[in-house]
């Protein structure tokens, strides 16, 4: 079985309390390609005036609610029951009645869960009441239309079978081009981080919501995929490979996380800076431990709160394959932005804005790489050792992101043909070891994920 086959058991080996590896409420759309963009960036479906018709609207036996997957055409038509019966998005509501999110909710002051915005903004398709259909059903939880937008617009359109134009008429009718990796790391971080209009910060994880991880490629790779990569597919769309895939979500994460610190609405928590947007193990560790280590690329010192730069990290490794000075203005910048932590917020702000501009364009550069050939893999696979073993992996966060990344790895040389019969088998044994070191934080020991880390990295040779 493969690593990324793998990867849901992973989120029942942690501590629930403590937020495991790959703990979420949800997860990602299951779209996999690099599709043509706009100039100007889709609206996230929830923000859009086009009304929600609801699940029901999709459901028919014949469009894609069909009992079994169709044979041969450009479509499965057993969408929804694959969504029913095999997603957690379809849960998502459901989830905040049990009696956990109920004492969240407590906890919060708030009502209920069941009923509150801040809860149903992520765990349900949350539109506006005057864009909500008469099939729409908030107990649908995140259905069809949360991550392909507001189907008024599109529903009619999106039937004509066309695979020259098709998908561009959907497009322009304003179905969510969930298979552009930039655009689906939007969409998921959306709620997998927050954004402008809905965050989750350190209130709610104060009130015991788990810690929310996110990667872009493993949640795509463990959502339950309703469509088939095959020659039709291709013909429509164009498919971005898993490791590009992971590359431009760690852009796309570090410029949502470091939107939040240049919003005023969200980068305080009263006279704190919001506490969400560091390393939860800075500060969640016994006082009696002798746990600081240094962390070369930041120059902090101890007793120093730091920020959450694991995608920054994943990004320093990408880019140092691709283009030598980006990956330098990366390392330049984030050791700016670190140490203006401690000069006042101006000084972070604007160390915050050029990083950010920085992040995005790396993004724009993996967007247009080809990462699928041997030597980019080993050299990403190379980099992810090294920066352990410079000692970038003492924060849990970090180590979980490599976790993933390597993962992502594996998975690609196996594609590719380069691991194979026992030596693929040996690697995924490997892996295994690797999960486990990080599948708890409260347990984590840096030293045993750098060990399984250098075991990956030499059987996979």
């Not at 957690?88 to 509501?93: E, F, P, Q």
């Not at 929310?212 to 164009?238: G, N």
């Not at 928590?269 to 016994?286: K, N, T, Y």
């Amino acid at each position: 079985m493969s690593s990324h086959a793998r990867r849901p058991a992973l989120r029942r080996s942690g501590s629930a309390s403590a937020g495991a590896f790959l703990v979420m409420l949800g997860l990602v759309v299951a779209a996999r390609s690099g599709g043509a963009q706009s100039l100007q960036a889709p609206v996230v479906p929830q923000y859009g005036t086009a009304a929600h018709l609801g699940v029901a609207s999709c459901s028919s036996s014949t469009c894609h609610g069909g009992a079994v997957a169709a044979v041969g055409g450009p479509v499965l038509l057993d969408e929804v029951v694959t969504w029913q019966e095999r997603d957690k998005h379809a849960r998502a509501y459901a989830v905040l009645l049990n009696e956990k999110s109920q004492l969240i909710a407590h906890k919060l002051g708030l009502k209920d869960a069941h009923t509150a915005k801040i809860c149903l903004d992520c765990h349900t398709d949350n539109p506006a009441e005057a864009e909500r259909g008469s099939k729409f059903q908030l107990t649908d939880g995140v259905g069809c239309e949360a991550c392909h937008g507001g189907a008024a617009n599109w529903i009619g359109v999106h039937t004509v079978s066309d695979n020259e134009h098709g998908h561009t008429r959907n497009l322009a009718a304003g179905l969510f081009p969930t298979e552009d990796p930039k655009q689906r790391a939007r969409l998921c971080l959306s709620c997998h981080f927050g954004d402008e209009r809905k965050f989750v910060n350190h209130r709610i994880m104060g009130a015991d919501h788990p810690r929310i991880s996110f990667e872009l490629d493993t949640f795509t790779q463990i959502e339950p995929a309703h469509f088939r990569v095959d020659d039709d597919y291709h013909q429509r769309k164009h498919v971005a490979d898993s490791v590009q895939t992971w590359a431009i979500g760690q852009g796309m994460a570090l410029a949502q996380i470091l939107d939040a610190v240049l919003d005023p609405k969200r980068n305080h928590d009263g006279i704190f800076p919001e506490p969400v947007l560091f390393d939860c193990h800075a500060c969640h560790q016994l006082m009696s431990a002798d746990g600081w280590q240094p962390r070369p690329s930041q120059g902090l010192g101890p007793g120093v709160v730091r920020f959450n730069d694991a995608n920054l990290v994943m990004l320093r490794i990408v880019a140092g394959v691709i283009s030598a000075p980006l990956a330098q203005r990366l390392a330049e910048q984030g050791r700016a932005f670190h140490l203006a932590s401690l000069q006042g917020d101006q000084q972070w702000l604007q160390a915050a804005r050029d990083l950010k501009a920085t992040s995005l364009q790396a993004t724009d550069l993996f967007a247009a790489h080809d990462f699928n050939d041997g030597h980019t893999l080993h050299a990403i696979l190379d980099g992810l050792v090294r920066e352990g073993t410079k000692g970038e992996y003492v924060d849990y966060m970090v180590a979980e992101q490599t976790t993933m990344a390597m993962g992502t790895m594996v998975q690609a040389m196996r594609d590719a043909g380069m691991l194979k019969g026992e030596e693929s088998a040996n690697v995924d044994k490997i892996m295994d070891g690797l999960y486990a070191a990080v599948a708890q934080d409260e347990r984590y020991r840096p030293k045993l994920a750098l060990d399984a880390l250098r075991r990956v990295q030499s059987a996979a040779r």
